[in-house]
């Protein structure tokens, strides 16, 4: 059974720092995808970055970046320059290969301290 | 092209009565998961569906819960005489494919029974 776990509740970031938020999983797939979504309070899931796991080169999206270990099941997101509006629960997810249904960890609440 | 739709945003059942949650995926998206948040929790996967066919149940509960997809209209979540402990958001996601396309979510119906 695949399992995520995300071992941070809660963390905080002074604006325009540096944040990691920590995730493993474990699972006795070869082939499935790694995501981090977002969660405001408006409650909307927002696809912050995607990972295949075939890909060795670590995804990145503007400030948002992973650090994948794949050894090591461990799939860590890193928010640079954090602004106000990256305030939100950050899940930690990993997909199947057959479709998109995810395991979900249970989240980090990020705080953004202006 | 709107996102995914859900509705009722709120719903509100006494113990023993039956609710139906709506999910319209977005335009030309045939595969619809759906997923479950209860609080302070991440979200779980129940079960997943291709137009009129179930592709993967394996996170539904064995009794009360049933769920559709069928070639006109939306998918619907069934949960009959609910009890207090499906008080929960529940989440739709739809995607284009079966993998390696982005699964959108909508902003999920709360749940509360009475």
């Known amino acids: 059974a695949q399992t995520v776990t995300q071992s941070q509740p809660e963390m905080s970031v002074q604006e325009a720092e540096t944040v990691t938020l920590s995730c493993t999983y474990d699972?006795?797939?070869?082939?499935?995808?790694l995501f981090w979504y977002k969660q405001p309070p408006s409650r909307q899931m927002i696809l912050v970055i995607r990972?295949?796991?075939?890909?060795?080169q670590n995804a990145t999206e503007n400030r948002f970046s992973v650090n994948f270990q794949k050894a090591a099941k461990s799939f860590s997101l890193k928010i640079s320059d954090s602004q106000l509006g990256d305030a939100a629960m950050y899940f930690c997810?990993?997909?199947?290969?057959?479709?998109?249904?995810?395991?979900f960890g249970t989240g980090t609440s990020l705080t953004v301290i202006p | 092209n709107a996102g995914v739709m859900q509705n009722p945003r709120h719903l509100v059942r006494r113990r023993g009565q039956e609710a139906r949650l709506r999910c319209s995926p977005m335009?030309?998206?045939?595969?619809v998961y759906w997923y479950r948040q209860l609080p302070e929790e991440g979200l779980k996967f129940m079960v997943y569906?291709?137009?009129?066919?179930?592709?993967?149940e394996s996170g539904m509960p064995k009794e009360r819960f049933s769920a559709e997809f069928p070639k006109e209209g939306p998918s619907i979540l069934r949960i009959q005489q609910v009890v207090r402990g499906d008080s929960a958001a529940y989440f739709c996601?739809?995607?284009?494919?079966?993998?390696?396309?982005?699964?959108?979510f909508g902003q999920g119906t709360r749940l509360t029974v009475v």
């Open positions: 699972t006795s797939e070869s082939d499935y995808y």
């Open positions: 335009k030309g998206h045939s595969h």
């Open positions: 996601a739809s995607s284009l494919g079966p993998v390696n396309t982005e699964a959108f």
């Open positions: 569906l291709q137009k009129e066919n179930i592709i993967d």
């Open positions: 997810a990993q997909g199947k290969n057959t479709g998109n249904q995810f395991y």
């Open positions: 990972q295949e796991a075939y890909k060795q």
